[in-house]
């Protein structure tokens, strides 16, 4: 259980000079960060008040649940993908693409979207479902069509090789990765996936 220093009285004080967006931010900023260390079942309000330093009146004024605060707080941390890399191949464009996904899976953020999906039952996760569509595997998508569109114009990906099947294996395998094994992805294991799965697909 996440235990504070802080007194109510202490935290009414701090809550009184923090109002607004830098309150508001300083909560997410804690949510965020309870998700990434204590996880999913972890996480309470009092803890989040507390890492915030602010009273959890406070936090239940603006959120009236857990699961609505987690939903604000995953959109608003979840790390932007850098653009499409430009490496001169599909290939090699792929696995810079890999890497930039596997960054964003390891940040804060990406650590407390997976203790959502890791520990959150069926129903609880589909209160997540558009922030883990939006945020996370629509853009990755959007950035393998973007590779792949090129790939097209230098004559390396053959016509018909963007169904959605092929662009969502990179997301789906990464994904399958992290929650069904509680594996991370090296380097090598990236190499693997192009080289033996994604090439061959796009191959002319």
């Known amino acids: 259980m996440v235990t504070s220093r802080w007194t109510p009285a202490s935290a009414q004080a701090v809550s009184s000079r923090r109002r607004g967006p830098v309150l508001e931010r300083a909560i997410l900023e804690s949510a965020l960060e309870q998700l990434s260390t204590v996880g999913w079942s972890g996480l309470t309000m009092e803890g989040v008040a507390a890492g915030a330093q602010t009273g959890k009146a406070a936090v239940y004024r603006r959120w009236p649940s857990k699961e609505d605060l987690v939903v604000d707080a995953l959109q608003a941390g979840l790390p932007d993908l850098a653009g499409v890399p430009d490496c001169?191949?599909?290939?090699?464009?792929?696995?810079?693409?890999?890497?930039?996904?596997?960054?964003?899976?390891?940040?804060?953020?990406?650590?407390?979207?997976?203790?959502?999906?890791?520990?959150?039952?069926?129903?609880?996760?589909?209160?997540?479902?558009?922030?883990?569509?939006?945020?996370?595997?629509?853009?990755?998508?959007?950035?393998?069509?973007?590779?792949?569109?090129?790939?097209?114009?230098?004559?390396?990906v053959r016509s018909g090789a963007m169904d959605p099947f092929v662009c969502d294996v990179i997301p789906a395998m990464m994904m399958y990765r992290s929650k069904v094994c509680g594996s991370e992805w090296t380097d090598e294991e990236f190499i693997s996936l192009i080289d033996q799965v994604m090439v061959p697909l796009l191959r002319v």
């Open 88 to 156: 001169g191949s599909v290939r090699e464009d792929l696995l810079q693409l890999c890497r930039q996904m596997r960054a964003a899976m390891t940040s804060r953020p990406g650590y407390a979207l997976m203790a959502v999906l890791h520990e959150c039952d069926t129903a609880t996760a589909e209160r997540f479902h558009t922030v883990i569509v939006e945020g996370v595997i629509g853009p990755s998508v959007e950035l393998i069509r973007e590779v792949m569109r090129r790939g097209m114009e230098r004559g390396e």
